[in-house]
């Protein structure tokens, strides 16, 4: 129901808040009033039938940026970022201060606004997709150097073996040959079984 970043990894929305903290479910239609909001997932009641447990929209407060997060390994987070507040009447209404003002009706889906939407997505990607992406390529760097030490490792024990002196080592990585004997004296771990 929310946004999607372009690798599906992120699904961003706007969530409602009630005054006590509480936030809305994310689900619309399925019995719910439509001045209610699902703020948990279906229960079966003493009939039998399943029901999404609802407050009032008229309790709603603000509203807050939230996004579901995973990753390519499978794990999930939820980030929160930041928060609408709901005023009164459309006078109060400014976008740029986060104010928002919405009928109950339109409390579930005030993201669907088209100037909402806007910047809303505009906050998403700014606060946190940016970030996110810009934390995918440090962690990618970081694994580029690992490999590349292990790499190293490897090709200073390889030049042992095969004769080569720490003076010989230390002009090769460009170190001394005291620093290469320190750093490559005791042999790296081999492959682990
Ligand atoms: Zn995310």
Do not use: K, N
């Not at 479910?25 to 003493?46: C, L, N, T």
């Amino acid at each position: 129901m929310g946004m999607v970043s372009d690798d599906g990894l992120h699904e961003g929305w706007l969530a409602p808040v009630f005054q006590d903290g509480q936030r809305g479910y994310g689900v619309s239609g399925g019995g719910i009033p439509h001045d209610h909001i699902a703020v948990g997932p279906e229960v079966q009641g003493p009939d039998g039938t399943w029901r999404y447990p609802s407050r009032p929209a008229g309790e709603v407060t603000s509203w807050i940026l939230v996004c579901h997060c995973s990753s390519s390994s499978g794990s999930t987070a939820t980030w929160l970022g930041p928060e609408f507040v709901r005023v009164p009447s459309a006078a109060l209404e400014d976008l740029q201060t986060r104010r928002i003002h919405a009928v109950d009706a339109d409390v579930q889906d005030v993201f669907h606004r088209e100037d909402v939407e806007a910047v809303v997505a505009d906050l998403w990607r700014t606060e946190h997709l940016f970030t996110v992406g810009t934390l995918d390529d440090v962690a990618a760097a970081a694994a580029g150097v690992a490999a590349a030490r292990a790499r190293l490792d490897g090709a200073v024990a390889m030049a042992r073996h095969g004769g080569a002196s720490w003076a010989d080592i230390g002009r090769a990585t460009g170190m001394s040959r005291q620093s290469a004997q320190e750093r490559w004296r005791t042999p790296p771990p081999g492959p682990r079984s």
